[in-house]
């Protein structure tokens, strides 16, 4: 895989803490090199991203850091039309998430519709389930 396919800008998705149960966040993301940077807000509230990716394998790993509050670690894999994997707290405290570069002209129902085209709460809890 390429830097191509992590492009610097603006993504959308969710996180969740069981399959079907979906919260909204909104990311500017910045790749560059091997790492990630960025910032972005979900119904917890604003965050900032620092992390890592390798593009040949395909995997990134991050921390979301609540501004004055708690951090967040995620890791993904890059496929198809975005990165999707888990997010930990605690080891009590996880759930999966799936986000994807936004494109010009995207709206509320592509976004929908695209997010439900994806695989991710089967894969985000069969991956919880070996914990």
Same mark, same amino acid.
């Given at each position: 895989?390429?830097?191509?396919?992590?492009?610097?800008?603006? !993504?959308?998705?969710?996180?969740?803490?069981?399959?079907?149960?979906?919260?909204?966040?909104?990311?500017?993301?910045?790749?560059?090199?091997?790492?990630?940077?960025?910032?972005?807000?979900?119904?917890?509230?604003?965050?900032?991203?620092?992390?890592?990716?390798?593009?040949?394998?395909?995997?990134?790993? !991050?921390?979301?850091?609540?501004?004055?509050?708690?951090?967040?670690?995620?890791?993904?894999?890059?496929?198809?039309?975005?990165? !999707?994997?888990?997010?930990?707290?605690?080891?009590?405290?996880?759930?999966?998430?799936?986000? !994807?570069?936004?494109?010009?002209?995207?709206?509320?129902?592509?976004?929908?519709?695209?997010?439900?085209?994806?695989?991710?709460?089967?894969?985000?809890?069969?991956?919880?389930?070996?914990?």
């Amino acid at each position: 895989m390429s830097d191509s396919l992590y492009p610097s800008g603006p !993504w959308t998705g969710f996180y969740n803490y069981q399959p079907g149960d979906r919260h909204r966040m909104d990311l500017d993301l910045t790749f560059g090199n091997g790492s990630l940077s960025g910032t972005g807000v979900d119904d917890v509230g604003n965050f900032l991203i620092r992390g890592r990716y390798e593009a040949s394998a395909g995997e990134c790993y !991050w921390t979301k850091s609540y501004l004055g509050a708690h951090n967040v670690f995620y890791r993904g894999f890059r496929e198809g039309k975005g990165i !999707w994997g888990t997010w930990e707290i605690t080891i009590r405290e996880h759930g999966g998430f799936h986000i !994807w570069p936004r494109c010009a002209g995207d709206t509320e129902k592509q976004a929908a519709t695209a997010d439900q085209a994806e695989p991710v709460d089967a894969v985000g809890s069969a991956m919880i389930a070996e914990r």
